[in-house]
């Protein structure tokens, strides 16, 4: 059975226009259709559709569930995009199937992407969540310049992934504690600039190794995700 | 420094006709420079171009480390290629960057692709060992029938990833033990067929689940080479 994303109010739901032309005209779906509905943000539920409009569709739903699958920790990894966009994107898709709740982009020193498709990048997650059936929708920010980023109000395990041997690593998996917030930084493939680590290290973040490999942008951020979400599950 | 695959006897190592292309005629390097050479079976020495001919190249090795980085467990990895040939692709270059030492492509009863291109897949390993700069290249084996894969010797950790919940699943991340040899098969897009997992289960397989959520077949194999490799670190 296929998942819609779309809004819920009370025993209702309503799929947007891109949704409703998906179920419609891509799978000639009919009045009566039992699917899945979620809000993406912790609500999935389970209905008949009732009435198909030309750019709406209303679901009539049956079972509601709140907090599906809730997980009692956060993942936010801030990664500065790869030249290749495929390589960032499957690094979205993967992270969805395994369990991430916001990705942000940075814009460093030794970035060469300066620009991102934002959208693009949303339709990606939102066809990960449907077809990983997640009732949650990670939060995809746009590029942002890295000092600025770092202003935000962050969590307490606030970690910056770096190979700048000048400066002291811990190693990622000693030092994470089960069960809590994570916000982790992957560089670009020049890696961070050293005034990047710096200031990154006075706003509180700690410096990280993922291990002694050689890894790949979107292979050290999916490395993160994968092991936090090992760890904690 | 760029890493090339060669043969290496004694203080010298030789480079085959395409990595010498690769060095003179792409990279145009010259006589004198300093490269690091593999063997691919452990080998990693660093030395100087000596000799460069039309079809090889000749390298005066100053340091050899034998068993570079090699960890004391093996991973082998066997799965159902997807339709999709990029999602494998992807799978085998990401795991080679984490970590595993064989790949199998299996032909199941639910298989909707029944040929890969084993070159392909072999420069795309060969890349990603020498981006990662790694000494082992791992072992890709072409397709091979489900039920004649399970008669070869296999470790004793041996395990095979389904959904089917009519058969008993053990929580993989539970079950498996640390610093010892793995095995584990992943299914195609339709799962293994019931038939396919009790032969597999026959012959000593022990059924896992990889957890609660739906994961593509390439995202199931990740999850188990990252976790192995997490686990073991």
Redo the contacts between chains.
């Keep these: 059975m296929r998942l819609y994303i779309g809004n819920i109010n009370g025993n209702f739901a309503e799929l947007n226009s891109e949704e409703s032309q998906h179920f419609s005209k891509v799978l000639r779906g009919k009045i009566g259709q039992e699917i899945y509905v979620t809000d993406g943000l912790g609500k999935l539920a389970k209905g008949k559709v009732s009435q198909i409009n030309s750019k709406s569709i209303e679901v009539e739903l049956s079972e509601i569930q709140e907090n599906f699958?809730q997980r009692p920790y956060q993942i936010h990894v801030a990664i500065a995009p790869t030249k290749n966009m495929e390589r960032i994107e499957?690094f979205m898709e993967?992270s969805v199937?395994?369990?991430i709740d916001e990705i942000t982009f940075l814009k460093t020193f030794h970035s060469e992407r300066k620009n991102i498709n934002l959208e693009r990048c949303q339709k990606i997650v939102h066809s990960a969540v449907k077809?990983?059936?997640k009732a949650s929708v990670p939060k995809i920010n746009d590029l942002i310049k890295f000092s600025d980023f770092l202003k935000f109000n962050h969590p307490e395990n606030k970690m910056i992934a770096h190979c700048d041997s000048n400066f002291e690593r811990k190693e990622f998996?000693k030092i994470i504690k089960p069960v809590t917030d994570y916000l982790i930084l992957i560089g670009p493939e020049g890696d961070f600039s050293k005034e990047e680590i710096q200031l990154a290290e006075q706003n509180g973040f700690i410096g990280i190794s993922l291990?002694?490999?050689?890894?790949?942008t979107e292979?050290a951020a999916?490395?993160s995700v994968?092991?936090l979400n090992?760890?904690n599950?």
Tied chains: 1, 2.
């Design positions: 699958e499957f993967k199937e395994i369990g077809q990983s059936l998996k291990g002694n490999q050689r890894l790949r292979t999916l490395n994968f092991g090992w760890m599950n």
